[in-house]
């Protein structure tokens, strides 16, 4: 299958300090790969200049074979959408018109068209009743489901998911989990995430990130029961606290 992100020698620094030290990788149509690994390692920075929202020291990033630098700003981002931690929500926009604000501006669809749209992402989210909430007055779980309806609107090819639970209560988590669960196949994602059990079930890859590295690049059966690098090995005896793959 084509490869629809390439990553090529991708590196990345603030000031002194080298975040991303020449990751290459590659993901290809449909795949859901997962990124997992300590705090510090660069996997939030790989997503963001991926879409360019940080720009790359060096190295080159490839969308369907195209330079991402040759491809307008707002077509990339209208193509490899993001879901970040905070929800990024317009605060005095409803649910509904966050999720239309994008495709009108951006896309240049018709009031009508749009809302159609966001009507129909919303359901899929489960969030069709919370249309006309503003943000302040829906939870964490319920948000962050906003946040993805909002980026299906724009019908994306890649969805990029950073740490989506990390600011949520844990028994608002399995309700966002679940809806990405539901996405798998119908485009491809990368996802950062702390969550092993979700990486292990949903993923096609995982790949350990450690001081800026990719250090293991597998199958999530392989890489959680038979892992090769040492360094993955501590930080999944670390991490996996009895949980069994």
């Known amino acids: 299958m084509a490869q629809i992100l390439r990553i090529e020698g991708l590196t990345k620094r603030f000031g002194e300090n080298d975040v991303l030290k020449g990751i290459s990788l590659g993901v290809e149509k449909g795949e859901a790969v997962c990124i997992i690994g300590p ?3 660069g996997k939030s920075t790989l997503l963001r200049c991926v879409n360019l929202l940080e720009e790359p020291s060096g190295g080159h ?32 926009m409803t649910v509904l018109d966050n999720c239309m604000a994008g495709q009108r ?27 006309d909430a503003r943000p302040e007055q829906i939870s964490g ?7 993805i309806a909002r980026a299906l609107c724009m019908e994306p090819e890649v969805l990029l998911f ?23 196949g119908s485009l491809t994602m990368m996802i950062v995430t ?25 199958p999530p059966r392989e890489l959680f029961s038979a892992p ?15 949980l069994s793959f």
């Open 39 to 41: 705090s510090g390692s």
């Open 61 to 92: 990033i490839y969308f369907h074979d195209t330079d991402v630098y040759d491809m307008p700003p707002a077509r990339l981002h209208a193509k490899v959408g993001m879901v970040f931690q905070q929800f990024n929500l317009f605060n005095n």
């Open 105 to 131: 501006k951006v896309l240049g669809r018709g009031k009508e068209e749009a809302r159609e749209k966001a009507l129909g992402y919303l359901e899929k989210v489960g969030m069709l009743p919370f249309r």
């Open 141 to 147: 779980g319920q948000k962050q489901r906003a946040a």
């Open 162 to 184: 950073d740490e989506p639970t990390s600011a949520l209560d844990p028994e608002m988590v399995d309700e966002v989990l679940s809806v990405m669960r539901s996405l798998k």
């Open 194 to 218: 702390h969550e092993m059990a979700f990486a292990a079930d949903a993923a096609d890859r995982v790949v350990f990130m450690d001081d800026g590295l990719v250090v293991e690049d597998a």
């Open 228 to 242: 090769k690098n040492a360094r993955t090995q501590a930080f999944l005896a670390r991490t996996l606290r009895g």
